[in-house]
């Protein structure tokens, strides 16, 4: 799982910032998944991307949150205006279409709202 | 809608000997797939094992293996001959089978705390 690149690794904004987390999914892997986990809890799915795409964004909040995975380059997870409540750890995971009995996923980032 | 129960928010088991850890979930799709995962201290998360709802043999990876009784629902894993570095959060998560349509999206359980001892 060492090939899905996420940066920063630890995130520190003020109340009212705005933060962007970046993934890179591993060579060959055109979908990007998004997921959230709260302290103490085990991780909940925000969003899934394709390339250009933004396939499911069920579990993505209304308001604040966008996610993007641009033709190049990273996919990038943008809150907007950060709250107390956004700090988390975020995940993101990269796959392949036609290998998914495996998920690999990136170290996270750690994004702590002060 | 799916969902993974983990009953066990912590277990102690002693270094050498094997610790199983439950995992039961609820779907309602025809085929689906199973993961555990774990999360050391340092917060990544480990792909260990996967089973698949119509695979006829349990999953098997070296020390892990997983224990599927899809009657009863549930999806233990067994980890033998426990090691100090096993010491982790373990996470069950489940997943519809791919469709053209979504993809998948795991869904996670909350989670079990495992410490092994000397």
């Known amino acids: 799982n060492a090939g899905v690149m996420q940066n920063p690794r630890h995130l520190v904004r003020r109340r009212g910032q705005e933060a962007r987390l970046r993934c890179s999914p591993m060579?060959?892997?055109?979908?990007v998944y998004w997921y959230r986990q709260l302290p103490e809890e085990g991780l909940k799915f925000m969003v899934y991307?394709?390339?250009?795409?933004?396939?499911?964004e069920s579990g993505m909040p209304k308001e604040r949150f966008s996610a993007e995975f641009p033709k190049e380059g990273p996919s990038i997870l943008r809150i907007q205006q950060v709250v107390r409540g956004d700090s988390a750890a975020y995940f993101c995971?990269?796959?392949?279409?036609?290998?998914?009995?495996?998920?690999?996923f990136g170290q996270g980032t750690r994004l702590t709202v002060v | 809608a799916q969902k993974i129960t983990q009953t066990q928010p912590g277990m102690f088991v002693q270094e050498k000997e094997a610790v199983t850890l439950d995992c039961t979930y609820d779907?309602?799709?025809?085929?689906?797939?199973l993961f555990w995962y774990k999360q050391p201290s340092s917060g990544e998360m480990i792909f260990l094992i996967y089973?698949?709802?119509?695979?006829?043999q349990n999953a098997t990876e070296g020390r892990y293996s997983l224990n599927f009784q899809k009657a009863r629902k549930s999806a233990n894993l067994v980890i033998s001959a426990s090691q100090l570095g096993d010491s982790a959060m373990y996470f069950c998560?489940?997943?519809?089978?791919?469709?053209?349509?979504?993809?998948?999206?795991?869904?996670f359980g909350k989670g079990t705390s495992l410490l092994v001892t000397p």
């Open positions: 060579k060959g892997h055109s979908h």
């Open positions: 779907t309602s799709d025809p085929s689906y797939g």
């Open positions: 991307l394709q390339k250009e795409n933004i396939i499911d």
């Open positions: 995971a990269s796959s392949s279409f036609d290998t998914n009995t495996e998920a690999f």
């Open positions: 998560a489940i997943y519809p089978q791919v469709n053209s349509n979504s993809g998948y999206a795991l869904n």
């Open positions: 089973q698949g709802s119509y695979d006829q």
